[in-house]
């Protein structure tokens, strides 16, 4: 079995301030950790994932995500948010061992960056 | 990048219709698509994973003779909600990949309102 946790439903941050996506998952294989991002009515888009290799996972729009396997976590983060980064955020994993590209995603996490 | 077209985005239908909604891989070739439920300021919810040229595999609790899916091409599923009830309006988003343990691409969702 497979689950995801994002322990906050909405972060708030000023503009220009890091900004913080919270994410812990649970496998009983190897983690394959990803990351969406999803716009009003709007499907997912994504964003950087985890697969093996560096803790420290660069993506898209200047966010990036570090894999920590002792906390089975893998916390998304972006050093200076941005407005445009208001949005609902997904964390996602696959069973690494298990067949079929079948993802189980997290609660959701909505970004609010005031200006 | 890799695109995923769905169509249509928004449909409104009346009580005991049925609605088709395509998603179409537009620059790859999709071995597996994923149909997903989303409810408001919700999660996505897997309903099932086709792949192309074999029966759909459906996740517990979700009806395989009210939401018909057929994979018929390697650019194209389709997901039938048949019969429609009011509690059948949500928001039906594909995803598609191309091959084992790349992201899944996703189309932009489409909005199921049943009067």
């Known amino acids: 079995a497979q689950s995801v946790a994002q322990p906050e439903d909405q972060v708030n941050v000023a503009e220009g301030n890091p900004l913080t996506v919270k994410c812990t998952y649970s496998?009983?294989?190897?983690?394959?950790l990803f990351w969406y991002v999803q716009y009003p009515n709007r499907g997912l888009q994504f964003l950087l994932k985890?697969?093996?290799?560096?803790?420290l996972v660069k993506g898209s729009y200047g966010f990036e995500a570090e894999f920590n396997k002792s906390q089975t976590s893998f916390h998304l983060k972006k050093p200076s948010a941005l407005v445009s980064d208001s949005a609902l955020y997904f964390c996602a994993v696959r069973d690494g061992k298990a067949a079929g590209n079948k993802l189980t995603f997290g609660g959701g996490t909505r970004v609010l960056v005031k200006p | 990048g890799a695109v995923v077209s769905q169509h249509p985005s928004r449909v409104i239908c009346k009580s005991g219709t049925s609605v088709k909604i395509e998603c179409r891989s537009l620059?790859?070739?999709?071995?597996?698509m994923f149909w997903y439920r989303q409810f408001p300021k919700k999660s996505l919810m897997l309903m099932a994973t086709?792949?192309?040229?074999?029966?759909?595999?459906?996740e517990q609790g979700v009806e395989k003779d009210k939401f018909l899916i057929n994979h018929a091409s390697l650019t194209l599923s389709t997901l039938t909600v048949t019969s429609a009830h009011p509690e059948d309006s949500s928001f039906y988003i594909c995803?598609?990949?191309?091959?084992?343990?790349?992201?899944?691409?996703f189309g932009n969702g489409t909005r199921l309102t049943v009067t």
């Open positions: 496998v009983s294989g190897n983690p394959y």
């Open positions: 086709s792949n192309e040229g074999s029966k759909a595999t459906y």
């Open positions: 995803s598609a990949t191309d091959r084992f343990n790349s992201p899944l691409h």
């Open positions: 985890y697969i093996t290799g560096d803790n």
């Open positions: 620059d790859f070739q999709a071995t597996t």
